[in-house]
């Protein structure tokens, strides 16, 4: 049959393994240092791997060829769910990534100078500027963890954690937490939070991983939380793909933070 197919410039490829990275139909591997096409029948012809290839070394070509082999799609994406949520139920792999949650209760925190309760650090701000939290603090003060579930990285979450379902969920750029002076209180609280990096991570993976999650729960609401620079816009760009796959329309909002730590 006629269809869409990759085909690799071997003299132009770097080896560099982003193009394998992103097939998620397991096509392209590297070889002797070179990107190769494991088997036409394995590549689905959408080129996703070809933004990622700095050297313009892979283009989509019409040509006779075997039929798309339908097993093949999202095979990796598939295969690091199960590992994860096999590891999650079968006690297997790294014990850390066990989905847990934590009881987070409200704590009334004194002034360590008059001994008097300090009511704007026991509750949640509403507004969203930014606070320098050393004004209200003591230097013995601990301010304490607003996060209610384990894991949190996006790979390592089951999709079936029971901690999703009527959830509202933050998904957050992993910078932004380290940007943003008071994240745990700002945006933490009260929220499932799971995070990713959309420059570092397989975007189209992140997809259909936040798909699976929107789709296995009833999600109450979601925020996402993202860092100024342009790469973090793929954060966006794949929550949104993922409430459309999943059909999932619940309150959404997004909140960009700069990086200084402000919110713009």
Not at 81 to 107: D, I, L, N, Y
Not at 199 to 206: A, G, I, P, V
Not at 235 to 249: G, P
Request: with cysteine.
């Amino acid at each position: 049959m006629k269809r869409n197919v990759i085909e690799i410039n071997e003299d132009k490829c770097i080896g560099c393994g982003l193009c394998a990275t992103a097939c998620m139909q397991g096509a392209i591997e590297i070889i002797d240092g070179k990107a190769k096409l494991v088997s036409e029948s394995y590549c689905d012809g959408l080129g996703m791997c070809l933004p990622k290839c700095p050297v313009d070394a892979i283009h989509v070509v019409e040509k006779e060829t075997e039929e798309f082999d339908t097993a093949r799609k999202n095979i990796k994406a598939k295969s690091e769910t199960m590992k994860v949520e096999s590891a999650h139920a079968g006690g297997c792999g790294c014990s850390g990534s066990a989905a847990k949650t934590f009881e987070r209760k409200s704590e009334v925190v004194f002034d360590l100078m008059s001994g008097q309760p300090m009511a704007n650090l026991s509750v949640q701000p509403t507004d969203m500027t930014n606070k320098s939290v050393s004004k209200a603090l003591s230097a013995d003060f601990s301010v304490p963890s607003e996060l209610m579930q384990w894991p949190v990285q996006l790979k390592l979450v089951s999709p079936n954690a029971p901690y999703f379902n009527n959830a509202d969920l933050l998904i957050a750029a992993d910078c932004t937490a380290f940007a943003y002076g008071d994240f745990h209180r700002d945006f933490i609280k009260g929220k499932v939070t799971i995070i990713g990096c959309p420059k570092l991570d397989d975007n189209q993976y992140n997809t259909d991983k936040i798909a699976q999650i929107l789709s296995a729960n009833q999600i109450k609401s979601i925020t996402v939380v993202r860092m100024e620079v342009p790469c973090c816009g793929g954060m966006i760009q794949a929550v949104r793909a993922a409430m459309l796959k999943a059909q999932c329309i619940v309150p959404y909002s997004e909140v960009t933070i700069s990086t200084d730590g402000r919110i713009k």
